[in-house]
């Protein structure tokens, strides 16, 4: 297939001389076109039918290179050579700095291997673009992917960050390169604080592909933290040697959150927000062990609403929700942080009072408890009155596991609603004979 030479002169003569030194007959490359004017070349560059520009100096002289220019923007991916005479040589070196490979001299066409240079010249700048265009489609496919993807050279400098690494990072592209990978990518422990040693840093030290370790925050550039997840892999010469790495990461901070919500609705009852039963097991099962250890003494009181049914049937659930999600904000003012207020269900509650809790002191929660749930509920203009029934177990002499301090507790609690109700009752053994 045959090459198309543009030779953009007002001379139709260099059309004819060059012909001559790229002459069908001889070589089978090349087809030269002449455009008198510049108007004329532009016109069969638009046509898509040439594979290399040879303009003349002279017309470029008076425009200050604007010819140059305006061919360069129509179409950068041709190569664009200058063609002057020996005293215009110096105008010929300019045009390089306006998108001109190079220039050639008239009175040199003879000494040269015309042809074959050409020929160079239009390969090289085939694989320019072929290679340009692959360059764009990586980046295009890069910054259509939903991961962050940050390049480094062997010497820790940064190389490439797609679209999502600039958002995460708050480093523009040119503002990053060439930059070091310490100042772009600022990586801290969630717990600590301590900075934490880049992933694509280890890549070059250990030549291997190496993960974030976990709890690691990314410090954006404007102050903004998130967690990420990533993988960091070294980037090989046809050598094999190491000559940079890659990294690619992602924002993990709402997964993080929705495991921490779900984990939450889990161990929590939906409408008090108070730890369920098995959040308190939990708890109560830890502290159990760590009284063994320490010889300590927890408390367990379980707590059932007198009058919470009739309050329920009259004015219906949506009242008898509000009343408790109001007696559970009660309970929690009336216990120490360290202790532990949850709701089984309905209308039963239990309370864990650990820390080397005493039976005194259970009496002045207990009856602190009492005071706190009798008094008036003003809920949807109403004033409602419930009391509680509370039985107590405590550890080590009620029982020596969560499932046997809960029962008693709860057959204590029955015991101090039959007594009466608005009161509380330890647990004894014979409550047990009775049941």
Same mark, same amino acid.
């Given at each position: 297939m045959s ?8 001379? =139709? ?8 030194f ?12 002449w455009?008198?004017? %510049?108007?004329?070349?532009? +016109?069969y560059?638009? =046509? ?5 520009i ?14 140059? #220019?305006?061919? *360069?923007? %129509? ?9 002057c ?6 105008l ?7 998108g ?37 489609? =990586? ?7 939903? +991961? ?11 190389? *490439?960050?797609? !679209? ?24 801290? #422990?969630? !717990? ?9 840093e ?11 370790s976990a ?6 550039? +404007? ?11 070294p ?18 901070? $709402?997964a ?7 984990s939450?609705?889990? &161990?929590?009852?939906f ?31 379980? %707590? ?16 008898g ?7 559970a ?9 360290? #202790?532990?207020? =949850?709701? &089984? ?11 080397d809790?005493?039976?005194? +002191?259970?009496? %002045? ?9 009798? !008094? ?8 409602? &009155? ?9 550890y080590p002499?009620?029982? &020596?596991c ?12 029955y015991? !101090? ?7 509380? $009752? ?5 409550m047990?004979?009775r049941?």
């Amino acid at each position: 297939m045959s090459k198309t030479i543009l030779l953009i002169t007002d001379d =139709s003569a260099e059309a004819k001389l060059l012909q001559q030194f790229v002459d069908p007959a001889k070589d089978e490359h090349f087809d030269v076109k002449w455009a008198g004017r %510049l108007s004329d070349g532009i +016109d069969y560059v638009r =046509s898509g039918k040439v594979d290399v520009i040879l303009i003349d100096t002279f017309i470029a002289e008076g425009s200050g290179m604007e010819s140059f #220019d305006r061919l *360069y923007r %129509l179409a950068p991916y041709l190569p664009m050579l200058a063609f002057c005479s020996t005293e215009n040589e110096e105008l010929a070196r300019q045009a390089i700095h306006h998108g001109a490979k190079g220039y050639l001299v008239r009175h040199h066409l003879g000494s040269i291997k015309l042809p074959q240079m050409l020929l160079a010249i239009i390969e090289r700048a085939t694989m320019e673009e072929a290679l340009f265009i692959e360059q764009e489609r =990586s980046a295009v496919t890069l910054n259509s992917i939903s +991961d962050a993807v940050l390049n480094i050279d062997i010497n820790g400098k940064v190389t *490439y960050l797609n !679209a999502v690494a600039e958002y995460m990072t708050g480093w523009a592209g040119r503002d990053a390169l060439g930059r070091p990978i310490t100042e772009v990518l600022q990586l801290i #422990d969630a !717990a600590t604080r301590v900075p934490v040693l880049s992933p694509l840093e280890q890549v070059l030290k250990q030549d291997r592909v190496v993960g974030l370790s976990a709890n690691c925050l990314l410090l954006r550039r +404007d102050g903004h933290e998130c967690a990420i997840e990533d993988v960091a892999v070294p980037v090989r010469d046809r050598r094999g040697n190491v000559s940079g790495a890659v990294m690619v990461f992602h924002d993990i901070s $709402q997964a993080q959150a929705m495991t921490k919500k779900m984990s939450h609705l889990a &161990q929590h009852d939906f409408l008090t927000d108070l730890p369920n039963r098995i959040l308190l097991v939990d708890r109560l099962n830890h502290a159990i062990a760590l009284a063994q250890r320490h010889h300590g003494k927890i408390a367990v009181l379980f %707590l059932d609403l007198d009058g919470f049914k009739h309050v329920n049937d009259t004015f219906g659930h949506m009242l008898g929700d509000q009343l408790l999600q109001s007696v559970a904000r009660r309970l929690t003012a009336c216990v120490r942080n360290s #202790d532990t207020v =949850s709701r &089984q269900g309905g209308d039963e509650f239990v309370i864990m009072l650990a820390d080397d809790v005493h039976e005194q +002191d259970v009496i %002045l929660i207990a009856e602190k408890i009492l005071a706190a749930l009798a !008094a008036p509920y003003n809920i949807e203009n109403l004033e409602l &009155q419930v009391s509680a029934s509370i039985g107590i177990a405590l550890y080590p002499t009620d029982g &020596q596991c969560s499932e046997t301090l809960i029962k008693h507790a709860d057959t204590a609690m029955y015991h !101090a609603k039959s007594s009466g109700r608005n009161c509380f $009752q330890f647990f004894k053994d014979e409550m047990n004979l009775r049941a």
